[in-house]
């Protein structure tokens, strides 16, 4: 058979939830039958997945820097696209849909897909222009999404269900326990309970809602310790601000550690005792997998797709979102659990048998085949 060649649209590559998936995904893909190309917009101010996707045999080329306005870089993306002789292009970014879209039509590319991988109300994607939002959703010929919740909302804006592709989010399965940095073995150290998130710190994450939760529990429970692992987003700083303010406010700066950006958070979620995830809504949050791949007990709230992998009391707990009491409540209740540690092995082993990397991956090649194949 002969290799398909695909082009990714992506905006960028560092260490998010939709880059890894990305890197996850073309990892696990088999080159002997396809040709991946990724073609990112703009350079991760952080660092991120580059350089592991070149080590999976894949290139990665970057938009010129001269090319900053949309009609430059849609002529970089047929370029590209008619050099690779791509059979497939396939937009990974709700931001990048129109390019896979107008940039494919141009190029000829039988088959046109674009992706959006987080909730419709998320703030990045009300932040584009009405008109981008419609190509964005309407543009490509077929939608990838990675949660029940969000091809319900593509269909009640009016996109056809037999057009989008539900792909769930893939996640590694960790063999061993993380072992702990040495430059956090006070924030780590022995006979504390760790309750942890990993996040971007942003309003939509609720992290100010994880931090008054265990203000309330600590009195009882001065054993605790909270862990934030994630950084400020450029265009919520001020929330970031805020989140400081509060742990000042509420005298927890030795009890509550706020991390930063961490390259190894998915092993350092490996160390908590009680993961969280507080969000107001989501897609199919990476952070929560790698939590229950590692074998932790989770706390998260019941929105998007977070109900698809939780089954409440018996893998993990839920929670509704915006509410410290709840919160709370749940959190004092797991921390009293016997059975702690058969909720967290309970959460591992669905990671292992429903969200294996090599099944996604090969479903993805096999839904561009079928689709291929119908149109011819």
Same mark, same amino acid.
């Given at each position: 058979m002969q290799k398909l060649p695909i082009v990714y649209l992506i905006g960028e590559l560092g260490k998010g939830g939709s880059e890894r998936q990305l890197y996850l995904l073309l990892k696990a893909m088999d080159l002997s039958m396809v040709d991946p190309l990724v073609v990112c917009f703009n350079p991760s101010a952080?660092? +991120?997945?580059?350089?592991?996707?070149?080590a999976c045999g894949v290139p990665v080329v970057y938009c010129p820097p001269g090319a900053r306005s949309a009609i430059a870089r849609l002529r970089f993306v047929v370029k590209t696209l008619r050099a690779h002789q791509a059979q497939v292009v396939?937009?990974?970014?709700?931001y990048t849909n129109t390019y896979a879209s107008l940039g494919g039509l141009l190029a000829g590319v039988p088959l046109r897909a +674009?992706?959006?991988r987080n909730s419709l109300k998320n703030r990045g994607f009300l932040n584009l222009p009405r008109?981008?939002?419609?190509?964005?959703i309407h543009g490509t010929p077929w939608m990838f999404v990675n949660a029940e919740s969000i091809q319900a909302e593509l269909a009640a804006e009016g996109l056809p269900r037999d057009r989008i592709f539900l792909v769930e989010n893939c996640v590694e399965i960790p063999q061993t326990r993380p072992s702990i940095p040495p430059e956090l073995a006070e924030v780590f150290a022995g006979g504390y309970r760790i309750v942890g998130t990993v996040c971007n710190i942003?309003?939509?994450k609720n992290v100010h809602i994880f931090i008054e939760g265990l203000a309330k529990l600590l009195p009882a429970h001065p054993e605790l310790r909270g862990v934030i692992v994630g950084q400020p987003i450029p265009d919520e700083l001020d929330y970031y601000d805020e989140i400081r303010q509060l742990i000042g406010q509420l005298g927890l700066t030795d009890s509550i550690y706020l991390l930063g950006f961490r390259g190894d958070a998915p092993a350092l979620s490996g160390l908590f005792d009680v993961f969280c995830l507080l969000s107001q809504f989501e897609g199919t949050p990476n952070a929560l997998m790698e939590a229950m791949a590692a074998g932790r007990p989770v706390i998260a709230t019941r929105t998007s797709g977070i109900p698809d992998l939780i089954r409440d009391g018996e893998n993990g707990c839920l929670v509704e979102p915006g509410s410290v009491a709840s919160f709370a409540s749940a959190l004092e209740q797991m921390l009293n659990r016997a059975d702690l540690e058969a909720l967290g092995a309970a959460g591992r082993e669905k990671m292992k048998s429903e969200f294996y990397c090599p099944e996604k991956s090969a479903k993805f090649v096999n839904i561009y085949r079928e689709l291929l194949g119908r149109q011819r």
């Open positions: 952080a660092g +991120g997945y580059e350089d592991a996707i070149r396939h937009s990974w970014s709700a +674009g992706s959006m008109l981008a939002r419609l190509l964005s942003r309003r939509n």
